[in-house]
């Protein structure tokens, strides 16, 4: 159930070599970061979650690969507070190809948050939303996504606990944040874009709480 909740296909270069990530019964875990084309002609460089079972010779920096799999969810402590981190869960890795959209990612689980709707300085209308995604042995991932334009509209009237799916790209988006003494840090966020948008309101379900949210992918 949860592989038709979670759904990524992206094609792209390794930008870093593996690293180790953590541990979890005995397999390891390793992190690396993909390189993916938009179709606008920018990039995204975003992290990937590799199983010790699927690593082989061809997962080195400069690789053009197909990775399939899901956008897993996961808490860590930076700087003395926790912040929700996304990364690629690997499931699969293929030959690259060329004939599909380098970044694809459905998601269908619950608004946990109220949406968010604001307008940038220069017009435009942007809905922020959180989503609870189910997966197995009762997990849940929390996955923040933006839509914009009319489907932002939209989603700013939806409720929490309405189940949605959603269709769009995975991405990453660098921005700048404001500390307590005054400085400014460059940060990278991730997040879904929303192409698509549909609410199923014909198959409601409660979001799952944000306790629950593991603490590393698995």
């Known amino acids: 159930m949860d592989t038709e909740n979670n759904q990524l296909t992206l094609c792209g270069v390794i930008e870093s070599a593996p690293v180790l990530d953590h541990e979890v019964f005995g397999e390891q875990f390793y992190r690396m970061d993909v390189r993916v084309p938009r179709l606008s002609g920018t990039q995204d ?18 690789t053009r690969l197909t990775i399939l799999g899901q956008l897993r969810s996961y808490n860590k402590v930076m700087g003395g507070a926790g912040r929700l ?13 060329d004939e599909e959209n380098p970044n694809m990612i459905r998601l269908t689980g619950a608004i946990c948050k109220p949406p968010a709707f604001r307008t940038t300085p220069f017009g435009r209308e942007i809905a922020d939303l959180m989503l609870a995604v189910n997966r197995a ?5 929390y996955i923040p996504c933006i839509a914009w334009g009319r489907t932002a509209r939209y989603a ?9 799916e959603v269709q769009g790209r995975f ?19 991730y997040e879904v874009s929303i192409s ?5 309101k014909d198959v409601p379900m409660a ?8 603490a590393i992918p698995q």
């Open 137 to 141: 042995f009762g997990k849940s991932d």
């Open 156 to 164: 700013a009237q939806l409720s929490v606990g309405e189940r949605l």
């Open 45 to 62: 460089v975003l992290p990937v979650t590799v199983s010790e079972r699927l690593m082989n010779s061809q997962v080195t920096p400069g």
């Open 85 to 97: 981190l996304l990364t690629a869960f690997a499931q699969r890795l293929l030959p690259p190809d």
């Open 171 to 189: 991405q990453s988006r660098e921005y700048q944040k404001q500390m307590p003494d005054g400085t400014v840090m460059n940060r990278m966020a």
């Open 196 to 200: 698509r948008l549909t609410c199923l």
């Open 207 to 214: 979001p799952a709480p944000l306790e629950r949210e593991s």
